[in-house]
Each structure stands twice: as C-alpha cells, then as structure tokens.
C-alpha cells in the first residue's frame, strides 16, 4: 500500500522561508514523478511543482516560480519543497502525490496522481 506522509508545515513570517518533506512507501519510489499541490481556504487545490523520477526535470506554478525548490533524494524516498520568500497568499495545506504511471514525465494535472498525503499546513503570516 503507498503512503505519503508530509512534515515541516508550521507557521512563519512573509518573508521567511520553510522546508516541507513528503516520505514515500509502497512503490519504487526512484521510478516515479512526484509533485506538491496545495489548497487554501475557499479556493481549489492548485499545482505547486513537480519533478521527475530522476530529478533532472522540475516544473513550476507561476505563482512559485523563482522562490519554491522542488527536490528529491530517491536513497531516501524523500521529496522536499523548498519555500524561500514566503508570502501570506503562500497560506494552505500543501499536498504531496505521486504519480500514477512510471517512468513518465510529472504533469500539473492532478489526476494523472493516484496517491496524497494527508497534507501539512502552511501558514505565512503578515
């Protein structure tokens, strides 16, 4: 069975920066693409980034672009956002998913992603 269990939300000033971790099990975690979602209160689940089962590729949503990191240690079955320059709007619980296919290139449609952690929230405040 996979599980994704997320780590490092919490609460930090605009401005700040946050690491969140997602740990994988249940699959060949090294064969898959992974990426991070998140939702904020009244507003739907959106893509943050995605990264590819080698790491060499990333992908980002335009509202991320140049702050967050997306990241992967697959001795680890381990994936990492990186969120430098934090700002309120940045505020939700973010998800990590893991593609349903292997071997494939990530993809910001969610439901090309088969399993979600529980998510881990984010709060950036003013």
């Known amino acids: 069975q996979v599980q994704l269990v997320e780590s490092g939300g919490g609460l930090v000033q605009a401005g700040g920066s946050l690491r969140i971790s997602c740990a994988a099990s249940?699959?060949?975690?090294?064969?898959?693409?992974m990426g991070w979602f998140r939702q904020a209160p009244g507003k739907e689940r959106e893509f943050v980034a995605a990264?590819?089962?080698?790491?060499?590729?990333?992908y980002y949503g335009d509202s991320v672009k140049g702050r967050f990191t997306i990241s992967r240690d697959n001795a680890k079955n381990t994936v990492y956002l990186q969120m430098n320059s934090l700002k309120p709007e940045d505020t939700a619980v973010y998800y990590c998913a893991i593609h349903s296919t292997s071997l494939t290139l990530p993809t910001q449609s969610q439901s090309r992603y088969d399993y979600w952690g529980q998510g881990t929230q984010v709060t950036v405040s003013s």
């Open positions: 990264i590819s089962w080698s790491g060499r590729s990333t």
């Open positions: 249940g699959r060949t975690f090294s064969t898959y693409a």
